[in-house]
């Protein structure tokens, strides 16, 4: 438990300080970050799916072999 407070205590912090170097609003980046974790994961899922059923396409090209 310790460790998961600690590895998402610096990952928020890693956050904040990119957003303050690049100017960014620090709130709306933190409120942001798990939306961005949840789409990145939701792609992530369906591309291991695809690449499970070899359905995966790419211009109307299947590229799997």
Known sequence: LV?????FLLI??????IAVISRQNV???LLLAPLQQLS???VMVKAA???YQKNTSWKGRMIDK
């Open 3 to 7: 460790f998961t407070l600690f590895y």
């Open 12 to 17: 928020g912090l890693m956050r904040a300080i």
């Open 27 to 29: 709130a709306l980046n």
């Open 40 to 42: 990145f994961m939701f």
């Open 49 to 51: 799916i695809l690449q």
